[in-house]
């Protein structure tokens, strides 16, 4: 991460304002970026909510939390957040 001086980018009213609170010390300002929601670029978003969706019908039409566990090689716990939660 490379440093730059305050004094030789900001507007001098502002640095004078900066100065009221980080007075000599280090401050980090964070890019204002538009980073993605998880699994929106590759892809896995959409691919278990449509997991969860199919276990939810499944479970609606019949089939029990053991056969669903078994068949998507999940934990019983998570079927039972994927269906009541």
Do not use: H
Request: proline fraction near 2%.
């Amino acid at each position: 991460m490379k440093y730059i001086n305050a004094a030789e980018i900001l507007p001098k009213q502002l640095l004078k304002e900066l100065q009221t609170y980080v007075d000599g010390s280090v401050l980090y300002v964070p890019k204002v970026s538009t980073k993605k929601a998880w699994g929106t670029k590759s892809g896995a978003r959409i691919f278990y909510q449509e997991r969860n969706r199919e276990i939810q019908k499944r479970f609606k039409e019949g089939y029990s939390i053991d056969a669903l566990a078994e068949q998507y090689g999940l934990a019983y716990s998570t079927i039972k957040k994927i269906i009541y939660g």
